[in-house]
């Protein structure tokens, strides 16, 4: 079962652990992206990141669909991790059991707009994001588990 997929240019960190991981108790964490898998040096930092209790699993964003569609990842609460809104949009329009995407961070790069201080968007990854929102997917942003949420402008994410 999914619980999440957060995007966050960091990862697993602090906030990941401390918080989501408390809040969510996944019994695995799932790292979608391209370049991690063939860094030897990202997954060896990965894995020392992750709290001891939970399972990580790093794969290539194609194959994280394919686990996840498959039927693999079925019997682990499953936090999914992404490093860039495009994976995320990915992995939620391959993956009709993808239903709340978090947005935690993302870095302030020219063309983006800020929609919180740690979430930084382009206009094509807000109408994308804007598009999987109109088919029911929840799109919110918040750093940690306990803030407030801030959905997507017309993400019909209430406010906690």
């Given at each position: ?51 001891a ?8 964003v ?13 019997s ?15 992995l ?52 940690v588990a306990t ?14």
């Open positions: 079962m999914i619980q999440l997929l957060r995007v966050d240019h960091r990862l697993i960190h602090g906030q990941v652990v401390m918080s989501w991981v408390r809040t969510l108790d996944p019994t695995a964490i799932l790292i979608a992206n391209d370049d991690v898998p063939s860094d030897e040096l990202r997954k060896s930092t990965l894995k020392l990141a992750k709290p209790d939970v399972k990580l699993v790093i794969k290539t194609a194959d994280s669909i394919e686990a996840i569609n498959s039927g693999k990842t079925d682990y609460r499953l936090l999914i991790l992404t490093d860039n809104v495009a994976d995320a949009i990915r939620a329009d391959g993956c009709p059991t993808v239903q709340h995407i978090n947005l935690g961070g993302t870095k302030r790069l020219e063309g983006t707009t800020p929609l919180t201080n740690t979430v930084n968007l382009t206009e094509d990854e807000t109408a994308s994001l804007t598009r999987l929102a109109s088919r029911g997917v929840e799109v919110e942003a918040r750093a803030d407030r949420k801030v959905p997507l402008s017309g993400s019909g994410s209430a406010p906690a």
